[in-house]
């Protein structure tokens, strides 16, 4: 299938800056040629080429309203300033963020995807997005480009799945204190 091969494509940030809600709905729209192949930021001039030999299409410059492209960063969170609010947790796409409420939360900067959706729901601005630690600057090669996906895609997946659970369990739970099982 397409979308699948685009997929397979794309960095797996789950960053939503190319306007979709994540790297597979943004395949999905690739490939049924709804949308422009040049809407991710973290895959910037290198995945635009490989979506444009792939879909046969010209190249285009990286659409500036998805945001820029630059180095790989990840998520810090100053500790001192953290109140342990949580709200960080639930916007995380890969779990990279761990911590309870009323304590303390950090990064696990290498399950972090860069994505900076943690940035808007802390009320006390305590997260920052830092140069990713052992990374270069410069563009990354191909074989660490795909690498990286690969270790994304499975955070995500696995967060997905722990909540579908969670939610079956919780459902499941309710209706057994209700009486309707």
């Known amino acids: 299938m397409l979308a699948e091969r685009i997929d397979a494509l794309l960095p797996q940030t789950q960053c939503r ?20 192949l040049n809407r ?7 995945l635009i080429a490989r979506l444009a030999a792939l879909l046969g299409r010209p190249e285009l410059p990286l659409d500036g309203t998805c945001g820029q ?38 990064v696990i900067a290498a399950d972090c995807s860069g994505c900076e959706l943690c940035l808007p729901s802390c009320p006390v601005d305590c997260i920052h997005m830092v140069a990713a630690p052992g990374l270069p600057a410069a563009p990354l090669a191909a074989s660490m480009i795909e690498l990286r996906a690969f ?12 909540l579908a659970r969670e939610q079956a369990e919780w459902r499941g739970a309710l209706r057994a204190s209700l009486g309707t099982e």
């Not at 991710?40 to 290198?46: A, I, L, N, S, Y």
């Not at 270790?151 to 722990?162: E, G, I, P, Q, V």
Request: aromatic content about 6%; proline content about 9%; hydrophobic content about 30%.
């Open 151 to 162: 270790h994304y895609r499975l955070l995500y997946d696995t967060r997905r799945a722990r």
């Open 40 to 46: 991710c930021p973290p895959g910037g001039p290198q």
């Open 69 to 106: 492209e630059g180095p790989p960063q990840v998520a810090l969170i100053d500790e001192e300033a953290c109140i342990g609010c949580a709200q960080c947790l639930d916007d995380c796409p890969t779990d990279a963020i761990v911590g309870a409420r009323k304590r303390m939360h950090t």
């Open 17 to 36: 800056r190319c306007g979709f809600d994540g790297c597979r709905p943004y395949a999905e729209a690739l490939a049924a040629d709804a949308t422009g």
